[in-house]
């Protein structure tokens, strides 16, 4: 035990000073179930999940090690909203406020089809499901994609 051990976990400490978080893999529909392992509100490394389906304890290279978004500077933390040509931090309220509005602006004044949807493969396959019902029985647009189809 110990003689192999993951270079980004090294001196977070030991795997029994951290709390694992079971949580569903963010970077694809496959939905791989992992463990985070949190220590001071940090993740410092993470496992599948070796009990459940769809991956029983495997892990690709990005359910694995790619993490590090998570505590990234740059990372988004509330929605934007362009005013006065400067992207501005707005409250999720807001965002669904303006954003809800100006679909109905413009479908009403250019019609259905000046709108089209795309959805994402990261998502899961009742979020691109969701995504498409809204896009055909909302807004009345088949105007429907995926990025993965490409
Ligand atoms: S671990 Fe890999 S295969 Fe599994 S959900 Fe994440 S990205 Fe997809």
Avoid at 16 to 36: A, E, F, K
Avoid at 49 to 77: M, Q
Wanted: with cysteine; hydrophobic share 35%; proline share 5%.
């Amino acid at each position: 035990m110990g003689a192999l051990t993951e270079k980004k976990a090294m001196h977070k400490g030991r795997t029994w000073d951290s709390t694992p978080v079971r949580t569903t893999c963010p970077y694809c529909g496959v939905g791989c179930q992992i463990d985070l392992h949190v220590k001071n509100n940090e993740i410092v490394k993470v496992t599948g999940a070796e009990d459940v389906e769809p991956n029983f304890g495997n892990l690709c290279v990005k359910g694995r090690f790619g993490y590090d978004f998570v505590h990234h500077p740059d990372r988004l933390n509330s929605p934007l909203i362009r005013k006065n040509g400067e992207l501005a931090p707005v409250s999720w309220h807001e965002a669904l406020d303006f954003t809800a509005r100006r679909l109905a602006e413009i479908r009403d004044t250019h019609g259905p089809d000046a709108i089209g949807g795309i959805s994402s493969s990261r998502s899961t396959n009742e979020s691109n499901y969701a995504m498409a019902k809204f896009m055909r029985a909302a807004i009345g647009s088949n105007n429907v994609d995926n990025c993965a189809r490409t």
